[in-house]
């Protein structure tokens, strides 16, 4: 399978429209170590000329001008992008979908908690419904099913119960059975090649180490470095648990976990305020140092 990562950075992008943090300013002003970066996404193909994406962000317009195999053709409207794969509900996440919306074809995979947001707190679905001939697909952890024609089998699995906030009022009164942020394990079917994409990481649990096991290529939330990233530079009282991500570092981060593994380990999801973003920062070079990647736009892999 071909992977391309579109975009490797949390919501906001990298940098932040109206954030003016060390990491923001030192890439508004170009300086060395730091790169540009969109809203996170991958794209996925089993032959390189047919595409699914993984979320529709915002930069959705950038990321496919920016890759020559996702533009149009070879008739004047026709697209090699045949779906959307949804993680979650978020906003960062579903806003492309309105720019993939004059007549096209798209089949828009998504879990139950996050049609119905879809349906009902952002109406993205009725208001989609003149202009494209989109095909809704439910996703249920647990239950795989197969893309180009079979040879890509698709393995979603829960990675959390947080909505957004938008949608907060939709919550189950059972909230830990709801799969409102799930990740995808891909598996290519004539290889044997396994990716695991999980962007968004409330906590680690079995069921997330069950999904890892003997993947060739992790993609993984790297939100934040430090669990009170965003408190440290006074921009949020909130910590990454209460935004729904677990951080790299620490006795109960990703990076003691993932180290343990085989397979490229690559962060992507990266908060504007992650010291990783930084190139030539402590943080950064200690995850080269342990055989983790930073992910980056542009960034190309087949398993």
Same mark, same amino acid.
């Not at 006074?234 to 729904?244: E, P």
């Not at 690559?266 to 200690?286: A, D, F, K, M, V």
């Given at each position: 399978?071909?992977?391309?990562?579109?975009?490797?950075?949390?919501? $906001?992008?990298?940098?932040?429209?109206?954030?003016?943090?060390?990491?923001?300013? %030192?890439?508004?002003?170009?300086?060395?170590?730091?790169?540009?970066?969109?809203?996170?996404?991958?794209?996925?193909?089993?032959?390189?000329?047919?595409?699914?994406?993984?979320?529709?962000?915002?930069?959705?317009?950038? =990321?496919?001008?920016?890759?020559?195999?996702?533009?149009?053709?070879?008739?004047?409207?026709?697209? *090699?992008?045949?779906?959307?794969?949804?993680?979650?509900?978020?906003?960062?996440?579903?806003? /492309?979908?309105?720019?993939? #919306?004059?007549?096209?074809?798209?089949?828009?995979?998504?879990? *139950?908690?996050?049609?119905?947001?879809?349906?009902? &707190?952002?109406?993205? #679905? =009725?208001?989609?419904?003149? +202009? &494209?001939?989109?095909?809704?697909?439910?996703?249920?952890?647990?239950? %795989?099913?197969?893309?180009? $024609?079979?040879?890509?089998?698709? +393995?979603?699995?829960?990675?959390?119960?947080?909505?957004?906030?938008?949608?907060?009022?939709?919550?189950?009164?059972?909230?830990? #059975?709801?799969?409102?942020?799930?990740?995808?394990?891909?598996?290519? =079917?004539?290889?044997?090649?396994?990716?695991?994409?999980? *962007?968004?990481?409330?906590?680690?649990?079995?069921?997330?180490?069950? =999904?890892?096991?003997? &993947?060739?290529?992790?993609?993984? @939330? /790297?939100?934040?470095?430090?669990? @009170?990233?965003?408190?440290?530079? $006074?921009?949020?009282?909130?910590?990454? %648990?209460?935004?729904?991500?677990?951080?790299?570092? $620490?006795?109960?981060?990703?990076?003691?976990?993932?180290?343990?593994?085989?397979?490229?380990?690559?962060?992507?999801?990266?908060?504007?305020?992650?010291?990783?973003?930084?190139?030539? %920062?402590?943080?950064?070079?200690?995850?080269?140092?342990? /055989?983790?990647?930073?992910?980056?736009?542009?960034?190309?892999?087949?398993?």
């Amino acid at each position: 399978m071909f992977l391309k990562v579109l975009g490797s950075a949390a919501g $906001g992008g990298f940098p932040q429209w109206n954030c003016n943090c060390p990491n923001c300013r %030192s890439a508004r002003e170009n300086q060395r170590f730091f790169r540009t970066r969109m809203h996170n996404s991958l794209a996925i193909s089993d032959n390189g000329k047919s595409w699914y994406l993984l979320n529709a962000t915002p930069d959705i317009h950038a =990321q496919i001008e920016a890759h020559d195999e996702l533009q149009p053709g070879p008739t004047i409207r026709s697209s *090699p992008i045949q779906g959307v794969l949804l993680t979650d509900a978020e906003l960062d996440h579903t806003i /492309g979908l309105l720019q993939l #919306r004059e007549s096209a074809e798209i089949e828009v995979y998504a879990a *139950p908690p996050v049609m119905q947001a879809l349906q009902e &707190a952002f109406p993205i #679905r =009725q208001i989609l419904e003149p +202009y &494209a001939a989109f095909r809704w697909s439910i996703a249920n952890p647990g239950e %795989s099913f197969p893309l180009f $024609g079979g040879n890509l089998i698709l +393995y979603p699995f829960h990675l959390g119960c947080k909505p957004p906030r938008y949608a907060s009022a939709l919550q189950t009164r059972e909230p830990e #059975r709801s799969s409102w942020v799930m990740g995808y394990k891909i598996v290519d =079917q004539r290889t044997g090649g396994t990716a695991v994409y999980a *962007p968004g990481v409330e906590l680690w649990t079995e069921e997330l180490d069950k =999904q890892l096991e003997h &993947a060739d290529c992790m993609f993984m @939330d /790297g939100t934040f470095w430090h669990p @009170d990233e965003i408190k440290r530079l $006074g921009i949020s009282d909130l910590n990454a %648990s209460d935004m729904g991500h677990i951080p790299i570092a $620490g006795p109960n981060g990703s990076l003691e976990r993932l180290i343990r593994r085989s397979g490229r380990k690559i962060y992507i999801h990266i908060n504007n305020t992650n010291p990783i973003l930084h190139e030539g %920062s402590l943080e950064s070079r200690t995850l080269k140092e342990l /055989g983790l990647e930073v992910g980056y736009d542009g960034l190309e892999l087949e398993v």
